[in-house]
């Protein structure tokens, strides 16, 4: 079973400019969430979707970040524009339903380093 | 608001050793603690502890949950340098649909 996927896996971009990232989950996974995890700390969530829906976005800085799941399929995740507290690995997780007690799957995450 | 603690934030230890990770939480309305090793990027699932007394085994990992006092423990005994990694414990709360992470644990095995 493939796992969940992402790209690009490292991004390097200038404060003020624009990024987006990528995420494919596991086929069949209803459920997708994208963390931002800053070096030291644990991941926070930023967004989970259920299929094409959003299910909790209180976290997410809804002034420079924004994240679609148009066919409940693969995500984006993009901020514009970035600011150098954006450094950070973001993680993109599946899992079947969204039931909380269930395994999330994480990919591998990007590295953005925001100068 | 929700609140886990990890400690120690770094442990450094010799090949064969036995080390003890903490995790503590205050959350509202405790569901589950979910405990994940990192080894550079991708968190991986190791145990899932939904009831207080009753440990989780698998190989040299061990854990359990003290619902009482708020805490677990991840017990791993004849450390491999392997096990270098970083272990985070994370809490779902009922009613609410996601993981509240810790700050993580960074544990280094030195041969």
């Known amino acids: 079973e493939a796992g969940v996927a992402q790209s690009p896996r490292y991004k390097i971009i200038e404060k003020r400019q624009s990024v987006a990232f990528w995420c494919n989950p596991i086929?069949?996974?209803?459920?997708l969430y994208w963390y931002q995890q800053i070096l030291g700390q644990g991941p926070k969530l930023l967004i989970q979707?259920?299929?094409?829906?959003?299910?909790?976005d209180s976290q997410l800085p809804k002034d420079r970040f924004s994240a679609e799941r148009l066919k409940g399929v693969d995500s984006t995740l993009k901020i514009q524009p970035a600011k150098l507290e954006d450094s950070a690995v973001y993680l993109c997780?599946?899992?079947?339903?969204?039931?909380?007690?269930?395994?999330?799957?994480f990919g591998p995450g990007t590295r953005l380093l925001v100068l | 608001e929700d609140k886990v603690v990890q400690s120690p934030l770094s442990l450094v230890v010799h090949e064969g050793d036995t080390v003890t990770l903490n995790c503590s939480y205050e959350?509202?309305?405790?569901?589950?603690l979910l405990w994940y090793k990192q080894e550079k990027k991708a968190p991986t699932f190791l145990f899932m502890l939904?009831?207080?007394?009753i440990g989780k085994k698998s190989g040299r990992l061990s854990s359990i949950l003290d619902k009482k006092e708020l805490f677990s423990i991840l017990n791993i005994t004849a450390t491999q340098t392997g096990d270098s990694a970083v272990y985070l414990c994370?809490?779902?709360?009922?009613?609410?649909?996601?993981?509240?992470f810790g700050q993580g644990t960074r544990l280094t095995i030195n041969p």
């Open positions: 997780a599946s899992s079947k339903t969204g039931n909380p007690q269930e395994t999330q799957y």
């Open positions: 086929s069949g996974h209803a459920t």
């Open positions: 979707f259920q299929n094409n829906g959003v299910v909790d």
């Open positions: 959350v509202t309305n405790f569901r589950s």
């Open positions: 939904t009831s207080s007394g």
């Open positions: 994370a809490v779902v709360t009922q009613g609410a649909q996601k993981l509240v």
